[in-house]
């Protein structure tokens, strides 16, 4: 084959899109006038490539593709003559290109990446694919994207890794993320490389071993003598070690430990969320993380933050909320058409903070970026936030470098709302991996609203939604300072309003049901605020320290507790989730003769299911270490029956 026919070839596969992510729209529309005013001259074969002249430069293309073309006139990078020379070409009659790019880079050698890209950018690319997620789209050019990025990266067939056209992010980090592709397409066909060990990755701290031999003593403990028996020294101890957990960095298993403390708190104290359900599931989990490899266990201390360009957001809901660990805070939720996925800003003090911090009082207080009135205005307003910076969960940053241009009011009338319960993804994680909280965010259409009064005694407004199936959702709203706006907001409303309002809420999976907690509700394609009233005024903004975290919401990892119970297997994981449960509270010392009846009936039930695995651990139920586990693997079951 000729090198004229590979360059044409290379150049045949191009598409617009890639073009415009090489360039930008105002190049690609000056472009087009060159080659409709005929400025585009016949191409030769030279020594250098295929030359074509265009108004009066000359452009060289190369086998690389357009990314590496070169032309004479003085602007720096791709300019408008040579997407106009591509463009003429992609008009001329060519052959098909018989290469693949998906092919090609699964060809490549470890000895050849490293000997392109080297091992710094290598090992910043594979952390960069760990952290976030990415979308293969395979056609004539491969496209890799990175929505959490705002990114994507096009290869062309021939090109070889010098073509990889990369849009989004800084310059600078172009090869960065063209790396990241590479490792992504080839890891999805199974082809891992993993960065080879260097001092700093054998550096851990000493005392790892011992806090997470205290760790698993400490589970095992609580459970042989009782979750009834909860008591205030217990919970010391747990918060001890969470802290212990930090400074070995084992960050993630800290944060379940201090989740631990806080729920055996609210134990003691009776309040009426406490579940001791929920804290056995948690002790589980932590056990599950002090068995596991240490980078599960270590998490992430600090999410970092990447600056992703421009982003055009619509403005969504927000609301306000307290932790059980003593955290306040506002989220403003906002939906990102182009890369259809929502994004957070959150500000956060803990409650005890002396200067004093007002999750309401902050709704209409300016900021959070240069060029917004308030976080009232940009939860109903469509903007462009300029030099975005946002982590791997769409959490933005309050960056003082991003610049907001607000451009009108939200319409969210083309915003797809969900009505048919059964198609609800909630997406639940496997196993120790990492969930995504946005999956948590739904848009509700329900066929008919079941209104209940609120309920004195548990404290929360509890509504049934149903779609048109029958299937039912409960809507969850529990009473306090800061949902009693709400609460009274949603009760006001005649059934007349409610009727063609969708609502949008966090669901999550509790006890096998979905949960829905609501956040604001939808008519018209306009949004009405549950926790807020339209709110116009702008109020002097406290003079409080910085936020203690970066958007950090300190509940997305509460324990996902997802199951069908259509199919006699996912039946059976409730009974033995309610018999450990029962095991747990009354302790695996205590030997209860009605747990140790009701568990060995469960074991020939597994095994006439064919749980062979399951039947074993249910037979060995007065080992602590074996409850523990067996807890853990029903979560497990649990989420992939989903």
């Given amino acids: 084959m000729s090198r004229e026919t590979t360059i044409r070839q290379t150049h045949a596969a191009l598409t617009l899109e890639a073009l415009e992510a090489l360039a930008n729209k105002g190049l690609m529309r000056r472009a087009q006038k060159d080659l409709e005013r005929g400025e585009v001259a016949g191409f030769e074969t030279t020594e250098q490539g295929l030359v074509v002249t265009v108004s009066s430069h000359r452009v060289t293309l190369i086998e690389a593709g357009p990314a590496k073309a070169t032309c004479t006139c003085p602007a720096p990078g791709v300019c408008q003559h040579i997407i106009a020379a591509c463009l003429k070409l992609m008009q001329e009659p060519s052959e098909e290109p018989t290469g693949d790019a998906h092919a090609e880079w699964l060809a490549l050698s470890n000895e050849q990446m490293i000997a392109t890209y080297g091992l710094p950018v290598l090992r910043a690319a594979h952390e960069l694919t760990l952290a976030n997620a990415a979308q293969i789209e395979r056609s004539t050019v491969l496209t890799v994207r990175f929505p959490s990025l705002n990114a994507e990266v096009m290869a062309l067939p021939g090109a070889g890794l010098a073509g990889i056209i990369v849009h989004g992010l800084n310059e600078k980090k172009h090869t960065q993320l063209a790396a990241a592709a590479v490792l992504v397409v080839r890891r999805e066909s199974g082809i891992v490389w993993q960065p080879p060990m260097t001092e700093a990755n054998r550096e851990i701290p000493v005392h790892r071993d011992e806090v997470l031999k205290a760790v698993i003593a400490l589970l095992e403990e609580a459970i042989a003598t009782g979750l009834a028996r909860l008591s205030s020294g217990l919970i010391e101890r747990f918060d001890a070690l969470s802290i212990s957990a930090q400074t070995a960095e084992l960050h993630r298993l800290g944060l379940v430990l201090q989740r631990i403390a806080t729920q055996a708190t609210d134990w003691l104290q009776r309040r009426p969320h406490a579940d001791l359900g929920l804290i056995f599931a948690e002790m589980a989990t932590a056990y599950a993380l ?62 005890a903070f002396a200067g004093g911090f007002s999750a309401v009082a902050r709704y209409t207080q300016p900021g959070p970026w240069e060029g917004a009135e308030s976080p009232a205005q940009l939860a109903r307003s469509r903007f462009r936030l300029m030099q975005a910076k946002r982590n791997r969960w769409g959490r933005l940053s309050s960056s003082a470098q991003s610049k907001a241009l607000v451009t009108g009011a939200t319409d969210l009338s083309t915003l797809p709302a969900c009505d048919d319960w059964t198609k609800i993804d909630l997406k639940p994680s496997l196993g120790l991996k990492e969930r995504d909280p946005r999956n948590a965010y ?14 004195p005694i548990a404290q929360s407004l509890v509504w049934h939604l149903l779609d048109a199936h029958g299937h039912v959702i409960e809507m969850h709203l529990a009473f306090d300072d800061l949902s009693k706006p709400a609460i009274e907001r949603l009760e006001a409303m005649t059934d007349a309003e409610l009727k063609h309002a969708r609502l949008l809420c966090r669901c999550l999976q509790i006890s096998g049901r979905i949960q829905a907690h609501p956040m604001a509700l939808m008519r018209d394609g306009k949004v009405t605020s549950l926790y807020f009233a339209d709110a116009k005024t702008v109020t002097t903004r406290q003079d409080i320290a910085s936020p203690v975290t970066e958007a950090e919401e300190v509940d997305d990892l509460v324990p996902e507790e997802a199951v069908s119970t259509q199919t006699p297997v996912s039946q059976f994981v409730l009974a033995c989730i309610s018999a450990l449960e029962w095991l747990a509270e009354s302790g695996s010392r205590s030997r209860n003769a009605q747990v140790v009846a009701r568990l060995e009936e469960l074991a020939k039930q597994a095994s006439t299911l064919g749980q062979i695995k399951l039947e074993v651990l249910l037979r060995s139920h007065t080992s602590t270490t074996q409850t523990l586990r067996l807890r853990w693997l029903l979560a497990v079951i649990q989420r992939a029956s989903l």
Avoid: C, M
Wanted: aromatic share 14%; charged share 20%; hydrophobic share 45%.
């Fill in 442 to 455: 739904q848009l509700l259409q329900p066929a008919s609203w079941e209104r209940q009064a609120f309920d």
């Fill in 290 to 351: 002090a068995h596991a490899k240490p980078q599960l266990a270590a998490g992430v201390a600090r999410e970092s933050y990447i600056e992703v360009g421009g982003l055009d957001l619509l403005g969504v809901a927000a609301w306000p909320w307290r932790t059980p660990s003593g955290y306040e805070g506002l989220t403003l939720l906002f939906w990102d058409p182009a890369n259809a996925t929502w994004n957070t800003w959150s500000d956060a003090r803990p409650r």
